[in-house]
């Protein structure tokens, strides 16, 4: 019951930023994050999607100070790759 109404809070503020950022990814850190574990991350991410059509993942970190890298590193590689490798790129010169 608890988790239910925490990740309830948290998706609520979760889809006000997907809808301005599209993150595709939303990292639970913290004490909380890490105390709600994959259950709170679950019960978020299941709200999330009745609350924002843009798909959002949501994990909990699994250790201290590191959340916010975790989650952000593999989207700024994603977004490296896409703009190293697009394929609509004009030739050079």
Do not use: Q, Y
């Not at 299941?46 to 959002?56: A, V």
């Amino acid at each position: 019951m608890f988790l239910t109404a925490l990740a309830e809070r948290i998706a609520l503020a979760a889809a006000a930023v997907a809808a301005v950022l599209d993150p595709g990814r939303v990292v639970l850190g913290g004490e909380t994050g890490r105390a709600g574990g994959a259950g709170l991350a679950r019960r978020v991410e299941r709200r999330l999607r009745t609350l924002s059509p843009l798909p959002t993942e949501v994990r909990a970190a699994r250790s201290g100070g590191g959340a916010v890298l975790s989650g952000a590193l593999p989207t700024a590689l994603d977004a490296a790759r896409d703009d190293l490798f697009a394929p609509d790129l004009p030739p050079p010169g």
